[in-house]
């Protein structure tokens, strides 16, 4: 592999090579100079709805109960990353999160470490309505709810399930616990919600919910995804000047993945996150962990390393932290969703957590 420049500042001693000697640098560096400082967590790869951009609707053969990670071992390697590694943000997903049993309680362990760690999840919204309340109360502080549509026939086309009464009172439950910014997803498919977008952010804007457009990826279990028809970034922005006047937004975007832009001159924006027109690799801050305990260094990866067994044979934290130290530094410089040998990840995006 040779050293590719991505503009940003380098880690003394680092030259792109995952061959290079590691620094004696205690966070999670790798070769082109990124920490990553924010973790997503998948809690549970299984799902109660089967939206057809990520899994068939049969679902899928969901990992046998032992090789998910206990809560005592997800508090552990969490432990060891805002401790040891330098993580401050920490994010729960999945499959569906709200589907792990005692997640409140999981929620409040997290954010009693320390130093504490700002922690959202991401969550199709399904049962949250009652949920809201106790868990913000166990600190959780942000959360994003996917919703591709405000339209009920549209909604049970698209996860197979008729449910979207549920993840609307959901949002408003996440609002009114105080959870802030509610941020709400939107994967437009063509043929099934492509004309969504306008309704989608007029109901966003009216109830102060922050949303954020996610180009399709080739993810889902079904290999399913193809180039010329996902709809891009482009696509969407210029269905939605249709109907609004989009100004970029003022503040910088940082390690943010998503483009965001005034509506209306404001106070309300909508965001872009254009993983595969307009790749943000260059400024990612994010390490993975799966629920059966591998650390990827990317949602595209093809390597992962099993931190369960190290966990499970007796590792000391140093072990372990040391073991996903070598995992970050082996991180390549991109996807490679637009290189023509790309190959989709063997992992499908439930399995590896969104
Ligand atoms: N079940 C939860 C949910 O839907 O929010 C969390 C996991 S889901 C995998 C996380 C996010 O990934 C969701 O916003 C979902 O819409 C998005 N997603 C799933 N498959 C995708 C794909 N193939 N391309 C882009 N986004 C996808
Ligand atoms: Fe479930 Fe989320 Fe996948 Fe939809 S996107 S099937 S809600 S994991």
Known sequence: MTAVDLGFPRVPGTRGSSRAPRPANPHLIDTFGR????????????????????????????????????????????RIAVEQLGVTDIRLTGGEPLLRPGLEDLVARITALSPRPRLSMTTNGIGLAKRAAGLAAAGLNRINVSLDTVDPETFKTITRRDRLSHVIAGLAAARDAGMAPVKVNAVLIRGLNETEAVPLLKFCLAEGYHLRFIEQMPLDA???????????AAEILSMLQTSFELTPFPSARGGAPAERWLV??????????????????????????????????????????DLRSLVRAGARDEEVADAWRATMWGKLAGHEIND?????????????GG
């Open 264 to 305: 209306d001159g404001g106070p309300g924006d909508v965001g872009v996150i254009a993983s595969v027109t307009r790749p943000f690799c260059a400024a990612c801050e994010r390490t993975r962990l799966t629920a059966d305990g591998a650390v990827r260094s990317c949602l595209f990866s093809n390597d992962e390393t």
């Open 222 to 232: 079904q290999h399913g995804w193809n180039r010329g028809e996902m709809i891009t």
């Open 35 to 78: 920490v990553a400082t924010d973790l997503r967590v998948s809690l549970t790869d299984r799902c109660n709805l089967r939206c057809t951009y990520c899994m068939p609707a049969e679902g899928l053969d969901w990992m046998p109960g032992e090789q998910v990670l206990t809560d005592d071992e997800l508090v552990r390697l969490m």
């Open 340 to 352: 023509a040998g790309f190959a989709q990840p063997i992992r499908p995006m439930s399995a590896i």
